[in-house]
């Protein structure tokens, strides 16, 4: 079955340190993004990408890295300059055509211990 | 920038209809989305707009009025499942940014 997958489910980083979320999907979407969700807020934009080696700055880039070398896979790096990291990270896909709606990863916890 | 208003949360009963009202102020309108989601888990995908009226799936249906910045989403014959946050998003600009609301969570009571 097509799907999006996030790695890992939680996890727990030290301050200081840079970590890594993985995300991968197979949909063959064009489009890939990162949201991040924090409580009474809304789901807010990282980064996204429309097309392989190509990506924008969303409303909250600061503090975060991602990549697009291949059309599956859209890893966010979350560095040490990101001051409040704790959140439930997102990530998402579409086609970049038509009306329909974001498929959504099962979403990657992060906490800063 | 853009604004998108949805009630906090809700309470209905089993078996009721609860309609759950988002409104929104955006340039560039492109589209309404709703999704699902429950505590802890990643949003699914319910509906989409961007021509005025009803559009109806099921137990579910979704309204746009795009000259009033409004659009709800209206749950039927509720069961206990459907107990989860209703997020409102909005899509609009040249490279497709969707901007999400805040979410109303709702419970649903026996």
């Known amino acids: 079955d097509g799907g999006i997958t996030q790695s890992p489910k939680y996890l727990f980083r030290k301050e200081g340190q840079n970590v890594t979320l993985s995300c991968e999907q197979n949909?063959?979407?064009?489009?890939m993004y990162w949201y991040r969700q924090d409580p009474g807020q809304g789901l807010r934009l990282i980064y996204y990408?429309?097309?392989?080696?190509?990506?924008q700055k969303g409303d909250i880039a600061e503090g975060y890295s991602v990549s697009r070398e291949k059309k599956e896979s859209f890893p966010l790096t979350v560095t040490s300059a990101q001051k409040n990291p704790t959140a439930f990270y997102l990530c998402?896909?579409?086609?970049?055509?038509?009306?329909?709606?974001?498929?959504f990863g099962s979403g990657t916890r992060l906490t800063v211990v | 920038g853009q604004n998108i208003d949805q009630p906090t949360e809700m309470t209905a009963t089993e078996g009721a209809i609860v309609q759950i009202n988002c409104t929104y102020q955006?340039?560039?309108?492109?589209?309404l989305f709703w999704y699902q989601q429950h505590a802890g888990e990643a949003p699914t995908f319910l509906s989409y707009?961007?021509?005025?009226g009803l559009e109806e799936k099921g137990r579910f249906s979704s309204f746009l009025s795009r000259s009033k910045g409004y659009s709800y989403l209206l749950l039927k014959e509720l069961q206990m499942k459907d107990s989860a946050s209703y997020l409102c998003?909005?899509?609009?600009?040249?490279?497709?940014?969707?901007?999400f609301g805040t979410g109303t969570k709702l419970q649903v009571i026996p």
């Open positions: 998402a896909s579409r086609m970049d055509r038509g009306q329909d709606g974001y498929t």
């Open positions: 949909l063959n979407h064009d489009a």
């Open positions: 990408s429309q097309i392989v080696n190509d990506f």
């Open positions: 955006t340039s560039g309108f492109n589209g």
């Open positions: 707009n961007v021509l005025d």
């Open positions: 998003a909005v899509r609009s600009g040249g490279y497709q940014k969707v901007t």
